[in-house]
């Protein structure tokens, strides 16, 4: 494999809406993969059912927030790639007294006037969609006030694609549209310990050593190989002392499927 297929990032470290968004819906402010919510907020997704229609998966989910200062307005956006800015999905909630994300039922506006993003209900209300979405997609969603002050997002991969072998995990998240950036993200490894992972795919192979940090972590990406493949499949390995997890995927245009 190519050098330029291995673009390691942050080496190591220690680390009804619907995501078929409109392309005139507005766009919402960018924050980088993954962003971080204020101090004391944080935001849950709970899977309640999900339904096969034809080809494309429908996943529903459940939203709810905690922290958020009574009073504060907020917004509903989505991340259906991580890169993209966020979209707007709901606007006009507002936390009541006891820390609910409420949506205010003011005097009823005519129709001709009522946007299209005004909520309707309270955030725990809503049945959050993600539709169609392939393996090691991920789905982001945020709450942020209209004053930048309080923001909380929360991610979820309704397919997953992920390796663990004796308590050491690796998970791939697809990064782009055409399905040729990743990023491998791995935990459960000991702290500090040195580390020899592999790549085999399209373009060759490529493999080297290296230590870990204080957090048994690892964060790397793989992008286009040199030569230009965009189909095949990829095998990641990560071997320690304790645990070898093996990690394989679909790439490019092989990924470009409906699981």
Not at 83 to 110: H, I
Not at 188 to 213: D, N, Q
């Amino acid at each position: 494999m190519s050098r330029a297929m291995i673009s390691l990032v942050c080496a190591f470290l220690g680390l009804s809406i619907t995501a078929a968004v409109p392309e005139s819906s507005p766009e919402g402010p960018r924050y980088e993969y993954s962003s971080k919510n204020s101090p004391g907020v944080e935001l849950k997704l709970k899977e309640m059912s999900r339904e096969k229609r034809g080809k494309v998966t429908f996943v529903h989910y459940k939203l709810s927030a905690t922290g958020f200062n009574p009073g504060k307005e907020l917004s509903l956006y989505s991340w259906v790639w991580s890169t993209k800015n966020g979209n707007l999905s709901q606007s006009g909630f507002r936390v009541d007294d006891a820390g609910k994300v409420a949506c205010p039922q003011p005097e009823p506006p005519k129709v001709s006037e009522t946007p299209k993003t005004q909520c309707q209900a309270g955030l725990e209300e809503n049945d959050i969609n993600a539709i169609g979405f392939l393996a090691g997609q991920v789905y982001m969603l945020g709450l942020i006030s209209p004053d930048g002050e309080q923001k909380g997002f929360v991610e979820v991969i309704p397919f997953p694609i992920e390796a663990e072998d004796r308590g050491c995990r690796l998970q791939a998240k697809r990064l782009s549209l055409n399905a040729d950036t990743w990023l491998i993200e791995g935990d459960g490894f000991k702290p500090e310990e040195a580390i020899h992972y592999a790549f085999k795919g399209p373009g060759g192979s490529y493999e080297a050593s290296a230590k870990l940090k204080e957090t048994g972590k690892v964060a790397f990406t793989i992008t286009p190989p040199d030569s230009g493949t965009l189909h095949g499949s990829v095998t990641v390995t990560v071997e320690a002392s304790a645990c070898k997890p093996v990690l394989r995927f679909k790439w490019g245009i092989s990924a470009i499927e409906f699981p």
